[in-house]
């Protein structure tokens, strides 16, 4: 994705997946957590009073990490995540992404921080809210996304 | 960034009260980051981002040539492989998480809101080591988990260079049980 293809407004298209015991204990184990309330049933349910496992927040980002990274391709910085988790995470879920662009702030060399404001919900219900920001390359920009100065781009984020 | 004097809560214990505002450095020891951790972390969310499957993809100034891993993961290189809480001489990255749980006899504790800036690209190979910062406490309240208060941590991530690699804002949820009180 190009800074010049992106505007206000557009949606990110919807990514549908149903939530498994696997994807929440890899998604655990994968990032060092093993707070037992990611991959432990009794505990949850009989202790935490969660209902079930639930996802842990490095794995909800990294799924939100996916959905904005598969919309915005490879060249795409990933810059800034920010999520508030309303409700659960649990197997069985059937989760949906939706996405939708709310800031486009141009930078230098055709470079652009684009913002995304993005739903995670299980039918009615929203589980978590994020925002993301993402710097896309300009068809013709001779620099990396990379290059930009990563504290001076705050004012731009989310 | 909050002020410390307006987030000190009088209900609190003295000690925790003394921790706000206070900075921890997380002493792990050298805990490189690794291709397969990130492989295991991409596998977990489906996720097939070119970008991390070749080294010197970024292409730019930082680009070290070595393979670079997701951004998200930034703050999990400084949790402990075993999920073992170490001494608190070693000090982790949810130091201040688990010090209050213990503190305010709140067993359990989940994240409500969680913010990270990623300045840098971390790349296989990299030790990154982190700062924490405990901002404030809440007063106690009760919702549908059971009883608890909510706390704010900052912590800043650095790789060994020195060099600031990303920023995380975090609020915890601690509580405990409706029965349990």
Redesign the interface.
């Known amino acids: 994705m190009f800074s010049e293809s992106v505007s206000l407004g557009d949606d990110l298209p919807v990514l549908q997946h149903k939530v498994t015991a696997k994807d929440v204990v890899s998604g655990a184990a994968a990032s060092r957590d093993w707070q037992p309330l990611h991959h432990d049933y009794p505990h949850a349910v009989e202790r935490a009073g969660t209902g079930n496992i639930i996802m842990n927040t490095s794995t909800q980002q990294g799924w939100v990490s996916r959905y904005a990274t598969d919309w915005a391709g490879p060249a795409a910085r990933f810059f800034a995540i920010s999520i508030k988790m309303k409700s659960s995470l649990c197997p069985g879920d059937e989760l949906s992404f939706s996405g939708k662009i709310n800031q486009v702030s141009a930078l230098a060399d055709g470079l652009a921080m684009v913002n995304l404001a993005i739903i995670m919900s299980v039918g009615d219900r929203v589980a978590t809210e994020a925002a993301v920001s993402v710097i896309l390359p300009g068809k013709n920009s001779r620099s990396s996304v990379w290059d930009c100065a990563g504290e001076s781009l705050r004012e731009h984020a989310l | 960034m909050s002020n410390r004097s307006e987030k000190v809560i009088s209900d609190l214990p003295e000690e925790v009260q003394s921790w706000i505002g206070e900075t921890l450095t997380a002493k792990l020891g050298p805990l490189p980051v690794e291709a397969g ?1 990130c492989v ?8 097939k ?3 991390y499957f070749q080294a010197g ?7 070290q040539g070595r393979r670079h891993v ?4 930034l ?2 290189w400084v ?5 073992a809480r170490p001494s608190i001489e070693e000090q982790q990255a949810s130091e201040f998480h688990f010090r209050l749980k213990n503190a305010l006899g709140l067993p ?1 504790g ?12 971390v790349e296989v190979g990299d030790v990154i080591s982190c700062q924490q910062q405990l901002i404030e406490v809440t007063k106690e309240r009760t919702n ?3 009883i608890g208060r909510d706390w704010l941590i900052h912590i800043n991530y650095y790789r060994e260079d020195g060099t ?1 690699m ?1 920023m995380e804002s975090m609020r915890l949820f601690g509580y405990k ?1 409706a029965e349990q009180s």
């Open positions: 951790m295991a972390f991409t596998s977990a969310t489906g996720d981002n070119s970008a993809s970024l292409a730019c100034d930082s680009d997701p951004p998200v993961m703050p999990i949790r402990s492989l075993d999920g359990l989940i994240v409500k809101e969680n913010a990270v800036y990623f300045y840098h690209p549908r988990l059971g600031l990303g049980k």
